[in-house]
């Protein structure tokens, strides 16, 4: 795999990287692979601990409403998105949107700033072995069934669970210092549902911010959404401030 691809993965563009980071890293890229895409140490979505069958088919259904609406053709590749849950409003993640290059389309969706911010900069050493162990976002990007596990593909055709188009299977991913690369939890893709189905819609109205409310299977979750735009210095927060992981 190809720097730039796994690059794109995470949401970050070629324009904002630095060109030290272009290149070849088989061996990261081999493990990075076989977590993604099926391997032994990737626990199936519908064997989560506390995962239900309603959270799942609501799931899936928010992840073909965020491929129809393909927000990545209406999104400057120099934006995120500050997100602010009501129940934890000095806890931002912050989103950005996959597939302006047309290579690979989905959602990198940042625990903090300092995060996306040190990959963007170099802060931290964009990509190498280590980076899992300052990183924290959670992933998703779209490809064909063969990435997904085969109890998931199993229930998908059981139940019937939505999928937009066979390039539209949801390979999904979470990076987390001290725990490495593994399956989101139940926790995590309800707040990635959130997003997803909330952000398209925001994108098209152009506010540069605003409050949504998401309905999920279990009710209803509400949170506040900043444009932000990456180039801005003066309007992105410092790597140093706030919002840096402690």
């Known amino acids: 795999m190809m720097l730039g691809t796994f690059c794109e993965r995470l949401g970050i563009t070629s324009g904002l990287i630095n060109s030290e980071l272009i290149g070849m890293m088989d061996e990261l890229f081999e493990s990075l692979r076989s977590h993604m895409s099926g391997g032994t140490n990737r626990t199936p979505l519908v064997r989560l ?6 959270q799942l088919e609501s799931f899936f259904e928010g992840v073909k409403l965020f491929y129809v609406q393909a927000p990545w053709q209406f999104t400057a590749t120099d934006s995120a998105w500050k997100i602010e849950f009501a129940d934890k409003p000095d806890q931002p993640w912050w989103a950005v949107v996959m597939g302006q290059n047309g290579e690979t389309y989905g959602l ?9 911010h040190g990959m963007l900069t170099g802060e931290i050493d964009g990509l190498t072995a280590d980076f899992t162990t300052k990183v924290s976002c959670i992933c998703l990007s779209f ?17 019937e669970w939505p999928i937009a ?7 999904l991913y979470r990076i987390k210092p001290n725990v490495g690369i593994h399956t989101p939890s139940t926790g995590d893709l309800k707040l990635l549902e959130s997003v997803l189905r909330t952000l398209p819609d925001f994108i098209r109205s152009g506010k540069p911010d605003g409050s949504v409310l998401a309905k999920l299977h279990d009710g209803e979750l509400q949170f506040k959404i900043t444009k932000v735009n990456l180039n801005d210095r003066e309007a992105t927060p410092s790597s140093r401030g706030r919002n840096r992981r402690r």
Do not use: N
Not at 165 to 171: G, Q, T
């Open 143 to 159: 490809d064909e069934a063969s990435v997904l596990a085969g109890a998931d593909l199993d229930a998908i055709e059981q139940f």
């Open 165 to 171: 188009a066979p390039e539209a299977y949801p390979l």
């Open 108 to 116: 990198a969706f940042y625990e903090d700033w300092h995060s996306l």
């Open 49 to 54: 601990k506390g995962m239900t069958h309603e």
